[in-house]
């Protein structure tokens, strides 16, 4: 018999701020377990914290902090809204982390003949992760899964730590779908035991061919990333359609990418080919020597661009490269793959890994890996930090945006709407440099409205293989209802330009482009990326409010002006907190080959690009004589 546990799901703590994933998303996922079990007839425990002023059992660090939550009786002891108990259901209560204490916890699972258990709730770190090591003391529980994309922490790196602890102790950890399918037949995938060994041959497989790569000199290197560059180009057609049958991207922009990508490897083969090796002073010089063997993880959402950019330099300067696409763009790597071996890459200077979260954190990890490049969510780099600061490995991780625009008094509006209606919504707003928020002056604020649902009515919304749309869909369906949950829960009036909700004639994810306005900064559609074709106006009453609001939110790898003014101009270059500042522009795309790198949470090590491959993807080594 499988049972759901509900950990700490009360108001209290989901409103404390600071989780991750935010507590919108998380409440939503355990509606949707909680939904799914009872659907199934399956047990529903609710474990909750639970204090009282007449035996004050709080916790020690409460008490030194005079801190009363989850207090009987109150508002902040109730579950949130959808997650209350029904009757029959079984709540177990308790004051401290430890769920099995005072023996509720046990009598329930032994009544009920639980020998399966799927554990959600608040925080990762610490409660969640007590009542999954408690059940390794109860061997009527043959399988403990902890549900993913249901658990929360206001540690995030603590919780990534508990991550890979947990795992490591045979603890399964599956996203909802996964665990909802559990129920009724078998969680799907191979062992996480079999995933470990497959990632870690593959790691084997590299590090066995690092040496003669390293010391194919960096002629015979750039000779076959020059040839792989050309056969790019060659198939920038072909690459473009497989990227709007596989990830849902108009072909006037898969095509654009792919030759932006020929453009970034020759790059780098320009740079690579000058010296690493200089003078110091007399006697003394520096040379620059391969890392070894790189784990590259890419995401899916520029699925050629962002891998080569990574995968190229790797190989530039003599690394091996274990690569783990996302999933969503596995089709796409593969042939990548194989472009890169018919240049005459050698056979185990780039393994390709199949799988998901787990096996990212499996090829970061694995033996022989020498340095990690990451581009991902959030809570993807909370995890590779943790592991790289483990083993004391250097990581490059650029972490999304969300990117805000700042609209002053005396700017050209037509211009400006016409800029970031296209940053917002072109590719449906699935980039990290998409234009997310709009700050802009108040007394504009209707006018700059009433022109950005103009221009984004113009935008083509519809099938990715037409050359003329620009608005595709979204990547999937479990992508697009988590942004439907997000809209649902704003209590924001939505506007959509396109007038409809959908595409005829195609199945696909589809969500309109859809433009609100929000006058509270910590407002989870402000405070939260969402990937998706979502653009948030945020009006400011003068400029000392317009930059707090800029810069209110916790990344910062893309911020935006539009103004006429010297002197504003001015203070924004000096006051905006973001690793690319761009004028006139909305904050959506890149040059070719120069510097990327955000700053606050949107990155980790340096920016990737430019003068920065040299330095990420070699080590620097002094000898004298």
């Known amino acids: 018999m499988s049972a759901l546990l509900l950990v700490d799901l009360q108001r209290d703590y989901l409103e404390l701020g600071g989780l991750e994933p935010s507590a919108g998303a998380v409440v939503a ?222 072909v006037r922009y898969g095509e654009s990418e792919v030759r932006r990508a020929a453009q970034m490897v020759r790059a780098i083969v320009a740079r690579c080919l000058s010296t690493c090796e200089e003078e110091l002073t007399a006697g003394v010089r520096l040379r620059r020597r391969a890392l070894g063997v790189v784990a590259v993880v890419t995401p899916w959402n520029n699925p050629i661009y962002i891998p080569l950019g990574k995968i190229a330099a790797a190989l530039a300067y003599g690394n091996c490269v274990l690569w783990k696409p996302a999933p969503a763009a596995h089709r796409l790597a593969l042939r990548q793959a194989e472009i890169l071996a018919e240049a005459g890459l050698p056979e185990g200077v780039l393994e390709l890994v199949r799988g998901d979260r787990l096996e990212s954190r499996l090829a970061m990890s694995a033996p022989g890996i020498d340095a990690v490049t990451l581009t991902g969510s959030s809570l993807a780099g909370f995890a590779a930090q943790e592991i790289c600061a483990a083993r004391r490995i250097p990581l490059q991780a650029e972490l999304g945006g969300n990117n805000g625009a700042l609209v002053w008094s005396e700017a050209d509006l037509e211009h400006a709407a016409r800029e970031i209606a296209q940053g917002a919504f072109v590719l449906a707003g699935q980039r990290c440099t998409a234009n997310r928020r709009v700050v802009v002056e108040r007394s504009r604020h209707e006018a700059l409205l009433e022109l950005l649902t103009r221009e984004t009515a113009a935008l083509a919304w519809g099938d990715p293989l037409d050359p003329a749309t620009s608005v595709g869909p979204m990547l999937g369906f479990e992508q697009r209802e988590r942004l439907v949950e997000m809209l649902g829960r704003s209590g924001l009036r939505c506007v959509v330009p396109h007038g409809r909700s959908t595409v005829a004639g195609i199945d696909a994810a589809w969500h309109p482009p859809t433009i609100v306005s929000c006058e509270d900064p910590a407002h989870e559609l402000v405070q ?20 707090e609001l800029l810069n209110g939110v916790e990344q910062g790898l ?68």
């Open 528 to 547: 939260r990326e969402t990937f998706g074709p979502l653009l948030v106006v945020q009006p400011a009453d003068g400029w000392e409010h317009a930059i």
């Open 558 to 625: 893309v911020a935006s002006l539009f103004s006429r003014s010297p002197a504003v101009v001015r203070r924004f270059l000096e006051q905006a907190q973001a690793g690319i500042l761009k004028l006139e522009r909305s904050t959506a795309d890149a040059e070719v080959d120069v510097p990327f790198g955000g700053w606050k949470r949107s990155a980790v090590g340096p920016p990737e690009h430019g003068s920065f491959d040299r330095d990420f993807y070699t080590r620097p080594q002094v000898v004298y004589g």
């Open 29 to 250: 996922r355990a509606r949707a377990l909680l939904e799914g079990f009872r659907r199934e007839a399956r047990p529903v425990i609710h474990v909750w914290t639970t204090v009282a002023r007449e035996e004050d059992r709080r916790m020690r660090h409460w008490r030194r902090r005079d801190l009363w939550r989850c207090e009987d009786g109150t508002e902040g002891h109730r579950p949130a809204p959808g997650l209350e108990p029904l009757a029959g259901e079984v709540v177990v209560h308790k004051s401290g982390f430890d769920a099995f204490a005072g023996g509720d916890l046990d009598r329930a699972l032994e009544e009920l003949g639980v020998e399966r258990l799927a554990i959600a709730g608040v925080h990762l770190h610490a409660c969640v992760r007590e009542a999954a090591l408690g059940t390794h003391a109860r061997e009527r529980l043959r399988e403990v899964w902890v549900i993913d994309d249901a658990v929360t922490s206001d540690d995030p790196v603590h919780a990534a730590a508990t991550w890979r602890y947990l795992q490591d102790r045979d603890v399964r950890f599956l996203s909802t779908a996964q665990a909802l399918d559990g129920l009724t037949g078998a969680a799907g995938g191979e062992t996480d035991e079999r995933a470990r060994a497959r990632v870690e041959d593959a790691a084997l497989r590299c590090a066995a061919a690092a040496g003669g790569w390293r010391d194919a000199g960096a002629q015979r290197r750039a000779s076959i990333l020059e040839r792989a560059a050309g056969l790019l180009e060659l198939q920038a057609e072909s690459l473009a359609r497989g990227m709007a049958g596989e990830i849902g991207k108009p």
